[in-house]
């Protein structure tokens, strides 16, 4: 009943009282903004939906925003444990299940306002290592928060590097249990959240020993924390890792484990058993242990981390029409900050960037759940691919994004440096994203490796995963292309990234054969290519996700307006990459400094043509005020308002006078008579 209550129209219907300035921008638009949002929410449907929801969110009290940034860390901590629980509460008086769309909605909206985040991460590692029988144990408790899981596998001395995990655990066939440790002050796990205040329990990476034998890392159920009174179980030493850079409502942790016992069960044994006897049962591929970072990279590029860039957009772009400054023609009233050529450089690539990146994602999800179903019917085939996927897009992805908020924050001036705006704490949560779930160096070298050797398939004529299909082609020659419209055919230039993707990896592929033919190791060989590994692991990300951004296109062909827009925002990201890397296209003489020209005159050109439809373009993203938690980036445009009334509510401006009384007044004594 509630949700038929609420307002479920779009947060961004035409309303009154909008600045002239920002409403203008909204006149004559030249595409459906409903019908872009559709697109991006996969559906009307789904898009009603999700209104349904955020209505029904806005309208608690409960889950307002308001005091969010006048908060310190403990709380934050402890708003964020209240707002968990409420939401828990909520979610089954509304009827809204678990894993539903409407709690996907949910947990997208108060996404900087939760706890329990990595709670969904350690039920989603039991769904995908687990027995039956240990998920229908755990599951159900964690479902409803009887119990409060977290994901502990980086330590003090090792993150992305797996195989370099110190915490073992070693079997005792006479008690059935296992026996877990972190031998080395570096083997504490360090940084898992959840951990270092809530959790109860821990899915607990190892590495797993039989009679003195190590059988690699393996995941573990442990009970960390008494259910009854919160106490550390014996063996246990746990806290909370103190200040970091954002994310004050997440209590990161450390645990240190000393002869801490766990009965056999608790090994996650979907695809790898101990038996009673001590034996080593496999079945499936080792890598099954990297699926639920897969999971949950994939959660995280499309629910936090390219959201982050498309509130930075909104909130910049908005902003960048109510905001004058100078003048564009002498005489003439201060212009619209937007109008001016730089600012569009600066902002337009980030909105074109937001498109690309959720277009690439939804490959990456269709891509993942085709694994994910083939790995539950015992069949591994696909994980090599989706793991070399998932992280060079994870790469791509949170280093553009971490620049790109970075760049929209400047672009806001003075104002951006304020909390208020909401871009600096958009910031401090999109930049960790580079290094947790996967340090990006350590990844895009994990995507160097398989692009290296399925470059040596290619090379014998084998059979070749879809995504490096293309290593198969033949040499292109030049990029025929001579007029400045050849420059915006979608294929004239993912073939130019598709080129620059495939001699990065067959020139590092020959620098590694000809070190090994001249007598280094493979590892030295490797070691002496990685800087050029690296960045042709990002050249094939770069190369995807324009191909799938142009692939996109297609699927609306016969929507005339909408595909414009698309098609504008396809050859404005693809034609900044180029202007920004030129010298990668120019290497081989693939592009000539002529064309590099033309290529620059249209991707300035496309700057004044995306210029008219910059606001509907993110109306379309079709955020909420309460969601955006911006004084800048407000639907109404009412900037200079919003901060002053949103300054006046800090606890600053209603201390007592203490420190004045204390420290200042004394001072000021001596010049009372003086003047």
């Given at each position: 009943m509630e949700a038929k209550k609420a307002n479920i129209f779009s947060p961004n219907s035409p309303r009154e009282n909008v600045n002239p300035d920002l409403d203008i921008e909204r006149k004559n638009i030249s595409f459906s903004i409903e019908h872009l949002t559709n697109i991006l929410d996969g559906g009307a449907q789904n898009t009603k939906l999700r209104r349904e929801v955020e209505a029904v969110l806005e309208a608690?009290?409960?889950?307002?925003?308001?005091?969010?940034?006048?908060?310190?860390?403990?709380?934050?901590?402890?708003?964020?444990?209240?707002?968990?629980?409420?939401?828990?509460?909520?979610?089954?008086?509304?009827?809204?299940i678990a894993d539903s769309l409407e709690q996907n909605y949910?947990?997208?909206?108060?996404?900087?306002d939760l706890a329990f985040n990595i709670h969904i991460v350690f039920m989603k590692s039991i769904l995908a290592l687990g027995t039956d029988e240990q998920i229908?144990?755990?599951?159900?408790?964690?479902?409803?928060?009887?119990?409060i899981g977290t994901y502990a596998q980086t330590e003090l001395g090792h993150g992305s590097n797996l195989r370099g995990l110190e915490t073992t655990?070693?079997?005792?066939?006479?008690?059935?249990?296992?026996?877990?440790?972190?031998?080395?002050?570096?083997?504490?796990?360090?940084?898992?959240?959840?951990?270092?205040?809530?959790?109860?329990?821990?899915?607990?990476?190892?590495?797993?020993?039989?009679?003195?034998?190590?059988?690699g890392m393996h995941p573990f159920i442990v009970q960390i924390r008494s259910l009854r009174d919160h106490s550390p179980g014996q063996g246990i030493t746990l806290g909370d890792i103190g200040p970091k850079m954002g994310f004050e409502n997440i209590d990161n942790g450390f645990l240190i484990l000393k002869d801490v016992?766990?009965?056999?069960?608790?090994?996650?044994?979907?695809?790898?058993?101990?038996?009673?006897?001590?034996?080593?049962?496999?079945?499936?591929?080792?890598?099954?242990?990297?699926?639920?970072?897969?999971?949950?990279?994939?959660?995280?590029?499309?629910g936090s981390i390219v959201p982050s860039l498309m509130k930075?957009?909104?909130?910049?772009?908005?902003?960048?029409?109510?905001?004058?400054?100078?003048?564009?023609?002498?005489?003439?009233?201060?212009?619209?900050?937007?109008?001016?050529?730089?600012?569009?450089?600066?902002?337009?690539?980030?909105?074109?960037?937001?498109?690309?990146?959720?277009?690439?994602?939804?490959?990456?999800?269709?891509?993942?759940?085709?694994?994910?179903?083939?790995?539950?019917?015992g069949k591994f085939d696909l994980l090599p691919e989706l793991h070399a996927l998932a992280a060079g897009i994870k790469v791509i992805i949170t280093d553009y994004c971490s620049a790109g908020v970075e760049v929209c924050r400047r672009a806001c001036g003075g104002h951006g440096y304020s909390l208020l705006s909401g871009l600096p704490s958009i910031y401090m949560k999109v930049v960790p994203s580079c290094t947790y779930e996967g340090e990006n160096t350590v990844l895009l070298l994990q995507t160097a490796r398989f692009l290296i050797k399925c470059y040596g398939m290619a090379q014998m004529?084998?059979?070749?995963?879809?995504?490096?299909?293309?290593?198969?082609?033949?040499?292109?020659?030049?990029c025929q292309a001579r007029e400045k419209n050849d420059f915006l055919n979608p294929d004239i230039y993912t073939d130019?990234?598709?080129?620059?993707?495939?001699?990065?990896?067959?020139?590092?592929?020959?620098?590694?054969?000809q070190l090994v033919q001249a007598g280094k190791t493979q590892h030295e060989a490797w070691n002496q290519c990685t800087v050029q590994l690296a960045r042709a692991a990002m050249a094939h990300s770069h190369y995807m996700v324009v191909q799938k951004f142009a692939e996109e296109l297609r699927k609306h062909a016969k929507e005339s307006a909408t595909r414009r827009i698309l098609k504008n925002l396809c050859d404005l990201f693809a034609l900044h990459g180029i202007f920004s890397n030129a010298g990668d296209f120019m290497q081989d003489a693939y592009f000539s400094t002529e064309q590099i020209d033309r290529v620059t005159e249209t991707y300035l050109d496309l700057l004044g043509v995306i210029r008219r439809d910059a606001v509907p373009l993110v109306d379309a993203f079709d955020f909420t005020d309460g969601c955006l938690n911006s004084a800048l980036g407000s639907y109404d445009g009412h900037v200079y308002q919003r901060l002053y009334e949103w300054a006046k509510k800090s606890p600053t401006n209603h201390q007592d006078d203490r420190v004045f009384k204390t420290y200042l007044k004394p001072l000021f004594q001596n010049a009372v008579s003086k003047l």
């Open positions: 608690d009290p409960e889950f307002s925003q308001e005091n969010r940034y006048f908060q310190n860390q403990n709380e934050r901590y402890e708003s964020a444990i209240k707002k968990s629980v409420y939401l828990t509460q909520k979610m089954a008086k509304m009827g809204w949910c947990f997208k909206y108060l996404i900087d229908n144990k755990w599951i159900p408790l964690a479902k409803k928060i009887f119990i655990a070693t079997f005792d066939v006479a008690t059935q249990e296992f026996i877990l440790n972190t031998p080395t002050f570096s083997a504490m796990k360090w940084w898992p959240g959840d951990l270092g205040r809530t959790a109860t329990h821990a899915v607990v990476f190892a590495q797993l020993y039989l009679k003195g034998r190590c059988y016992r766990v009965p056999r069960e608790s090994m996650l044994a979907k695809f790898s058993q101990v038996l009673p006897d001590g034996q080593y049962k496999k079945q499936g591929s080792e890598k099954i242990n990297y699926l639920t970072m897969i999971v949950v990279r994939v959660n995280m590029l499309r930075a957009c909104t909130i910049a772009i908005r902003y960048s029409v109510v905001r004058r400054q100078s003048e564009l023609k002498p005489g003439d009233p201060e212009a619209k900050i937007l109008d001016y050529q730089t600012q569009q450089q600066k902002l337009f690539p980030q909105l074109a960037t937001t498109y690309a990146f959720h277009f690439i994602c939804d490959y990456l999800q269709e891509t993942f759940q085709r694994c994910y179903d083939q790995t539950q019917e004529g084998q059979p070749l995963p879809s995504s490096v299909a293309y290593f198969s082609s033949v040499n292109f020659g030049k130019a990234y598709k080129h620059r993707a495939l001699r990065f990896i067959r020139n590092v592929a020959m620098k590694l054969q």
